[in-house]
């Protein structure tokens, strides 16, 4: 026959549940804490054989609550360790007290290694969110907030119980101007997806770090687009001297593939993959035999999504099969603007990243630094980026003046061509690498300027190599 919980037990272990599954970085988890950590504790310890119904769930959601800060520095470390050792998974030597610990409190096998899998997921979210995206502004808050939710949606009982092995059916776009941290936005929801525990190896069946395959769509030449995203079978094409496998075949099975700069995919590409949104396929070039995608779609622009869509470089179709959640990364200035420690915070993330935990001491000077530099209410219209590179500036030099490399090409190009010193070659190289400069996209300069994208790479890169005859000018 089940025992019932008294009042006070079943108030206490409702409290309990809320400060459990609660967003960690929701505006309302430092009241749930406070209150569970006002409530008094029943006395006596119930097994679950001893309840059924709600009751059992919510003495289930107690134990576990239990066992996951029991366990929590394991946790850390091996999530540490594992970031350190790469792809191949390790060994994680704590799970067989962890089940035991469960089993023991009436949870059976299957479902304890379901709570081990589900830890484990959670803690990866918390470090990877909590680490990479630092900053106390509140706008860093929602940030952090829609992130977890990506990943564990707004209700964690529901993911866990309804979700966790769909969420490849969810695509995500992250928005925010160049260098405010899409990437590492990218990079916390990938590394935080479901992964496997292999009862007989002791293991997560791979390591978290072979989850995530992001790939920038900026940096690809137009002949590459295809082969990179879906791969190509040998002879294919000229040069295709074996199989090639793309970021769709490289995820695995819960794994995301980060498009970054999605705005530059061709509209082909789009059409391509809308079918692998859709129907879960894609073809390598060369090959007749559709493949299976097991992964999530995550993208990224620097770009206004109603613009791509209104000049056409972004398919209504592919677009409202992407958009299932879109989050904005936050600008700099804006950051800076919600919390006057935005910035000494920042500048002390990034002196322990770039020079070791022992360089933090280092934060406060170069923060006067960059503030004598740059003044106290600059902009920083480069962002996080712009900021990193004023860090490592000041490291280098002591100082950190204005950046008027952005004005120069401009005035120089003008008087050259007022001075009719520019063959029509260097006019095309100088005007593409100034409008590269502005938009950081081949597609943008292709169109403002009538060339194809091939042809304004060529330019842009040709600009980049050293002129004949330079080194023996030195």
Not at 54 to 73: G, K, M, Y
Not at 131 to 140: I, P, Q, W
Not at 190 to 206: L, P, Q
Not at 456 to 463: E, G, N, P, R
């Amino acid at each position: 026959m089940a025992h019932r919980l008294t009042e006070a037990e079943r108030a206490y272990f409702a409290l309990v549940s809320e400060a459990a599954f609660a967003n960690p970085f929701g505006s309302g988890r430092d009241a749930a804490d406070a209150r569970l950590i006002a409530a008094r504790k029943p006395p006596r310890r119930l097994a679950l054989r001893e309840l059924g119904g709600e009751e059992r769930v919510l003495a289930e959601n107690v134990i576990c609550f239990d066992a996951f800060h029991a366990f929590v520095d394991e946790l850390d470390l091996l999530i540490e360790q594992q970031e350190q050792a790469g792809d191949q998974p390790l060994r994680v030597r704590f799970a067989a007290d962890l089940l035991h610990h469960l089993v023991s409190r009436g949870i059976g096998e299957p479902r304890a290694r379901r709570i081990l899998e589900l830890f484990y997921q959670m803690r990866r979210a918390y470090y990877f969110i909590k680490r990479g995206l630092v900053g106390e502004s509140e706008s860093m808050r929602k940030l952090r907030e829609a992130l977890w939710q990506a990943i564990f949606t707004h209700d964690i009982l529901g993911y866990e119980r309804y979700l966790w092995n769909r969420m490849e059916d969810f695509s995500t776009i992250l928005i925010g101007e160049t260098g405010t941290g899409k990437g590492a936005a990218a990079a916390a929801i990938g590394r935080s997806g479901f992964i496997a525990f292999d009862d007989k190896k002791g293991a997560f069946v791979r390591s978290f770090r072979s989850s995530f395959v992001p790939i920038n769509l900026n940096e690809l030449t137009e002949s590459l687009f295809e082969s990179e995203i879906f791969g190509h079978k040998k002879g294919a094409f000229t040069g295709a001297i074996d199989n090639h496998e793309g970021v769709l075949a490289r995820c695995p099975e819960h794994g995301t593939v980060f498009f970054d700069e999605i705005g530059e995919a061709t509209l082909p590409v789009q059409v391509k993959l809308l079918r692998v949104l859709q129907d879960r396929e894609f073809t390598p070039v060369g090959s007749r035999q559709p493949e299976r995608f097991t992964g999530r779609i995550l993208a990224a622009t620097h770009r206004s999504l109603a613009e791509l869509r209104e000049r056409g470089a972004l398919r209504d179709d592919f677009f409202y099969r992407l958009c299932s959640n879109v989050i904005e990364v936050p600008p700099l200035r804006v950051r800076i603007a919600e919390s006057p420690r935005e910035l000494p915070m920042l500048v002390e993330h990034l002196c322990a990243r770039i020079a070791g935990s022992e360089a933090r001491g280092l934060a406060e000077p170069i923060t006067l630094a960059i503030e004598r530099g740059l003044g106290k209410r600059h902009a920083f219209p480069g962002n996080v980026r712009e900021l990193e590179q004023s860090v490592r500036r000041v490291l280098l030099t002591g100082a950190c003046a204005r950046d008027t490399a952005r004005a120069e090409p401009k005035r120089g190009l003008a008087a050259e061509l007022q001075d009719g010193a520019l063959t029509a070659d260097a006019v095309l190289e100088r005007y593409c690498a100034l409008l590269y400069d502005r938009t950081p996209s081949y597609v943008d300069v292709a169109r403002i300027t009538g060339l194809d994208r091939r042809t304004v790479k060529k330019h842009i890169d040709a600009l980049k190599r050293p002129k004949a005859g330079a080194s023996a000018a030195r």
